[in-house]
């Protein structure tokens, strides 16, 4: 089979035929691959970011058809379609699942182990999420993948794997904004988006997109903002989301650029005892905040990975949501790209021309 390998970071994938995956063991899947996007968590990766050891295979927000299951799989059964994600569903048996927290599960399935080997026998880490959605097949423990009704278009599908969970989770299922909260969200990509579309859902107001694009806060729009600060051009973008929320600032930010300039920007942005989420996968310190912004205002800066969601129900509800045309999908896909073009498509979200590029197997 193939599929796109990163080799040296900095460099471009190469797609390489003759790549093995193993069958699935006991509680693990067997997904053929039939659509996977391209997320700004694999950038990182492919930047070295985030160092991983290499070769490796990216891709984790992945859609496709349950081609084999293991000894004792009872989530799913061949021919299923199904989402992969990097959250897992959880034991149900332990104190997090109990209470409601599965993507704290203590069985949570370890990143980079490795399932997929190249055509010259070395193992393949896989980076950013144990998924492997970068290859024609991909096997992963049945707590990964998450069934979805035949009747879900898949290339919206996988969307709902990382992109749009991340964003509108953050805020629904993390944060809980409560109706008539203000909202700030910082970075109007994919993610921040969804945080938009999360806010909206849930009743707030002021919905106020931040960004450095013109074009990005026209979108965020669409999406449900109503409210807009281009950093470039406001002189005091704190000031103007202080006016936009009568004088006191948000009541909550999602920042979701992986910056640490961002997060000290919209965590300015917030008000007293206002709640900062960062979402995006963020390098660096924090030297700059000091104890008596947290002590005197009661601010609060947490973060929220995957959403904090709990797949086998916000997943299937997301879709349920998309089909009953409250979530928007199709507006996030900026282009399809077949697996040999992989790297335009990289290139494209790099260059911040793209939401969602997809990578699509289908023949």
């Given at each position: 089979m193939k599929a796109a390998i990163l080799y040296e970071v900095n460099k471009p994938l190469v797609v390489e035929d003759g790549v093995t995956v193993d069958s699935p063991g006991k509680g693990e899947v067997k997904v053929k691959v039939a659509f996977t996007a391209v997320c700004h968590s694999d950038l990182h990766f492919f930047t070295g970011d985030i160092p991983s050891p290499l070769p490796g295979l990216a891709g984790h927000e992945t859609a496709g058809y349950v081609d084999e299951i293991g000894e004792g799989v009872t989530k799913v059964k061949k021919g299923d379609t199904v989402i992969i994600g990097t959250v897992t569903s959880g034991c149900g048996q332990c104190y997090y699942c109990k209470?409601?927290?599965?993507?704290?599960?203590?069985?949570?399935?370890?990143?980079?182990?490795?399932?997929?080997?190249?055509?010259?026998?070395?193992p393949l880490t896989l980076m950013a999420g144990p998924v492997g959605g970068f290859a024609e097949y991909t096997t992963v423990p049945q707590e990964l993948v998450t069934p979805i009704p035949k009747n879900m278009p898949l290339d919206k599908a996988c969307l709902l794997a990382c992109g749009v969970t991340s964003g509108f989770g953050a805020v629904v299922n993390r944060a809980r904004v409560p109706a008539m909260s203000s909202v700030v969200v910082v970075g109007t990509g994919g993610v921040g988006l969804n945080s938009i579309q999360g806010a909206v859902f849930s009743g707030a107001y002021p919905v106020i997109a931040v960004d450095v694009l013109d074009s990005k806060l026209k979108t965020a729009?669409?999406?449900?903002?109503?409210?807009t600060v281009n950093l470039k051009k406001e002189k005091d973008p704190v000031k103007a989301v202080q006016d936009m929320t009568n004088g006191r600032g948000a009541d909550y930010v999602f920042v979701t650029v992986g910056s640490v300039d961002a997060i000290r920007t919209g965590f300015s942005m917030s008000g007293v005892m206002g709640m900062t989420v960062v979402i995006?996968?963020?390098?660096?310190?924090?030297?700059?905040?000091?104890?008596?912004?947290?002590?005197?205002?009661?601010?609060?800066?947490?973060?929220a990975g995957g959403g904090s969601?709990?797949?086998?129900?916000?997943?299937?509800?997301?879709?349920?949501?998309?089909?009953?045309?409250?979530?928007?999908?199709?507006?996030?896909?900026?282009?399809?790209?077949?697996?040999?073009?992989?790297?335009e498509a990289v290139d494209s979200l790099k260059k911040g021309e793209a939401l969602r590029n997809i990578i699509t197997f289908e023949k």
């Open positions: 209470i409601g927290k599965p993507h704290y599960c203590v069985e949570r399935i370890a990143f980079g182990r490795p399932k997929h080997k190249n055509a010259k026998g070395q729009k669409e999406f449900g903002a109503t409210h995006g996968l963020a390098q660096g310190n924090l030297k700059d905040f000091t104890p008596l912004e947290f002590i005197f205002n009661e601010k609060t800066l947490t973060g969601i709990r797949s086998s129900i916000d997943i299937p509800f997301l879709a349920s949501l998309y089909q009953a045309g409250r979530l928007k999908l199709d507006e996030l896909i900026t282009a399809y790209y077949p697996l040999e073009r992989i790297n």
